[in-house]
């Protein structure tokens, strides 16, 4: 099993709707969750951070569920630019050899106007 | 704000070639990562640093990679000799803890 898993879509949605995706990860040991938007031919942007209470940011909102090891990301009102891949990123604790920071392999994202 | 810059934004050159690709950090950054990204693969970490110290090279494929990183604003990433299953998309991120800033990118193609 991979240490990170996302379905990799697309998710064909029509503007204005809401839509959720999940990221799931396999070691529990894993401290610390994000996630990224990459468009086409360009480099990851960090979207936002997951936390343990989870984070909403305008019409995003990241959740954390810890004991089915998994981030979930979910957009309202769907806008045309939303449309690009998310990647999840879990990473472990900070400052040794043990430090792992694992990107998903994305889920793409389709609006449909 | 200047982000993070690598360079050259495009390399091609022949297999067997060394090739070195360049980042600076967004300054005040103190974790650099090199990641590659291919279709296949997606998006794999290479090596980062903490303080201009290695971490985790485990990601880096085999020997024929190196990474340096001197002093806090700049660091390399250098293939000798280059291969044609090297051909990806190389990006460089920093960090002050936490998320991290991508730069552009560099896209290499090794024929």
């Known amino acids: 099993r991979k240490e990170v898993e996302q379905d990799p879509g697309p998710f064909n949605v029509p503007e204005g709707a809401t839509v959720a995706f999940n990221c799931t990860y396999s070691?529990?040991?894993?401290?610390?969750f994000f996630w990224y938007r990459q468009d086409c031919r360009k480099e990851p942007k960090l979207l936002m951070s997951v936390y343990s209470s989870g984070n909403e940011d305008g019409r995003f909102t990241a959740q954390l569920n810890r004991a089915s090891q998994y981030i979930s990301l979910l957009i309202r009102d769907s806008k045309l630019s939303d449309s690009a891949t998310y990647l999840c990123v879990v990473t472990r604790a900070g400052g040794n050899r043990d430090d792992k920071i694992i990107f998903g392999k994305g889920t793409r994202l389709h609006i449909l106007p | 704000d200047a982000g993070v810059i690598q360079s050259p934004r495009h390399e091609v050159t022949e297999m067997g070639q060394e090739v070195t690709l360049r980042c600076k950090p967004i300054s005040g950054h103190n974790s650099l990562f090199w990641y590659r990204q291919t279709m296949m693969r997606g998006l794999e970490l290479l090596i980062y640093f903490n303080n201009n110290v290695p971490i985790d090279d485990s990601g880096m494929p085999e020997d024929r990679f190196s990474a340096k990183m001197p002093n806090a604003s700049f660091s390399t990433l250098k293939i000798q000799p280059s291969e044609p299953r090297d051909s990806a998309v190389y990006f460089c991120a920093s960090s002050p803890g936490g998320g991290q800033h991508f730069g552009d990118g560099t896209r290499l193609s090794i024929l």
């Open positions: 070691n529990s040991a894993s401290q610390s």
